[in-house]
């Protein structure tokens, strides 16, 4: 396993993240998830993510019993606040209130001390920024969150953010975790240049596009049985985002690309995504420790020049203004 810096911060994270969305507390019991854990842990995996949201809770309250198996010291936790958690007009966003009455929640629910990196789960346009921030830095304060970050961010957000805490002397941000994989490469334009000028480093999610880059799915055919696509309770995004028989024929020729180096689909998927040097972990999933086993291998592959000029003819690099 390959470890990074978290941008210019001094903690490293494995290149191969392990995120729970969808799975851990909602459709992986806890004996699953316990043997995916530790197949994470035993190949190297150190970053483990998740949210106060997924689950309503579940996630985090799951996580916090296996990992608690495991030397604290040993692995970087995230977890993020934003989501509803219940019908109160102040049980979400990023409100000063909302966001120490979750910290304190979320820590009760991991059975832990501190958070590592405490993220912003979306951006909050009805909060100053000031107080979003004001209520982070004393949280890092207090040595309740190592670090702070943000998912989903603009580059203009994220260059306010760290402004307002440069101008008052607040602990920066650290990370920031964006949708990033083959069909979605808009970070590229700004997100991605603006974090590297300012030190922070990347966690990006879904670099497996929900799955569609797995290889699972063909064009012009129902999902098969048993995996999230045919899943109403797991597919919304997928379907929402990705599920289209363009997109399913650009994934069957990435598929195609990977089989002749000789790779699964989703490990060259996860090497694209890390081949980006701002890029600190790609969070990746599984319901099966067999999954996870052959997803961390993709930290091992060097993707050869042809195959990435081939992935761009695919995927083509985004044109135009910035965003998320």
């Not at 993240?17 to 190949?43: H, M, N, P």
């Not at 603006?194 to 055919?221: D, M, W």
Request: proline share 7%; charged share 25%; aromatic share 8%.
């Amino acid at each position: 396993m390959e470890y990074r810096k978290l941008g210019r911060w001094g903690v490293k994270l494995s290149s191969i993240g392990l995120g729970s969305y969808l799975t851990y507390g909602f459709k992986v019991g806890e004996d699953a998830a316990r043997e995916c854990l530790r197949a994470a842990v035993d190949a190297g995996v150190n970053f483990i993510d998740t949210a106060n949201a997924y689950a309503r809770g579940a996630a985090e309250e799951l996580l916090g019993k296996l990992l608690a198996e495991y030397r604290r010291e040993s692995f970087v936790l995230g977890t993020k606040v934003w989501a509803p958690m219940d019908t109160g007009p102040n049980d979400r966003g990023l409100s000063r209130k909302h966001i120490f009455e979750q910290c304190h929640a979320s820590l009760k629910r991991l059975r832990m001390d501190y958070i590592d990196l405490y993220q912003c789960h979306r951006p909050d346009p009805e909060t100053p920024m000031e107080e979003t921030i004001r209520a982070l830095n004393d949280l890092c304060r207090q040595g309740k969150a190592l670090y702070w970050g943000v998912s989903e961010w603009t580059a203009e957000q994220i260059a306010e953010a760290n402004g307002i805490a440069r101008s008052m002397g607040f602990q920066p941000m650290s990370s920031n975790q964006p949708r990033y994989n083959l069909f979605w490469r808009v970070p590229e334009l700004s997100v991605f240049p603006l974090c590297e000028r300012e030190g922070i480093g990347q966690v990006n999610f879904s670099p497996l596009a929900h799955g569609i880059l797995t290889g699972k799915y063909e064009p012009g055919a129902p999902p098969p049985p048993g995996t999230r696509a045919a899943d109403p309770d797991q597919n919304a995004v997928m379907m929402k985002l990705y599920w289209k028989d363009e997109n399913l024929r650009k994934a069957r020729q990435m598929a195609d690309l990977a089989h002749g180096m000789g790779v699964k689909p989703s490990q060259l998927a996860l090497a694209w995504c890390l081949r980006q040097p701002i890029l600190t972990s790609a969070i990746m999933s599984g319901t099966k420790p067999d999954q996870i086993r052959e997803n961390v291998k993709a930290a091992e592959i060097e993707i050869p020049d042809d195959v990435l000029k081939r992935l761009d003819e695919i995927f083509p690099p985004p044109q135009g203004p910035g965003g998320v």
